[in-house]
């Protein structure tokens, strides 16, 4: 059993900075991926940002310059650094672990973290 826990998420103003962590618990023997992913009312989950075991990274358009994704593979876990927020960022953040068990990969989610960006 895996259990993913996201913290970090509030509200803050425009232009202002949020840091969100992940961290996976449980039987792993290794987390190939980690993700995070948002969604927004009325709109489909979408992916922030993603990054793999070797640190190689994925960025959502909308969120590249301002978002950076890092992880700690010792720590089973990753975190979202976010500059430079915008109301359209707006949303309930979920973190993915790409759990590596016995040659198959499954996913976990999180139970997400609203962030909340206004004035």
């Known amino acids: 059993q895996v259990q993913v826990v996201e913290s970090g998420g509030g509200l803050v103003q425009p232009g202002g900075s949020l840091r969100l962590s992940c961290a996976a618990s449980?039987?792993?023997?290794?987390?190939?991926?980690m993700g995070w992913y948002r969604q927004a009312p009325g709109k489909e989950r979408e992916l922030v940002a993603s990054?793999?075991?070797?640190?190689?990274?994925n960025y959502a358009d909308s969120v590249k310059g301002r978002f950076t994704i890092s992880r700690d593979n010792a720590k089973n876990t990753a975190y979202l650094q976010m500059n430079s927020l915008k109301p359209e960022d707006t949303a309930v953040y979920y973190c993915?672990?790409?759990?590596?068990?016995?040659?198959?990969?499954?996913?976990?989610w999180g139970q997400g973290t609203q962030v909340t960006v206004s004035s």
């Open positions: 993915n672990a790409a759990v590596i068990h016995f040659g198959s990969i499954y996913n976990y």
């Open positions: 990054i793999t075991v070797g640190g190689s990274t």
């Open positions: 449980g039987t792993i023997f290794s987390i190939n991926a």
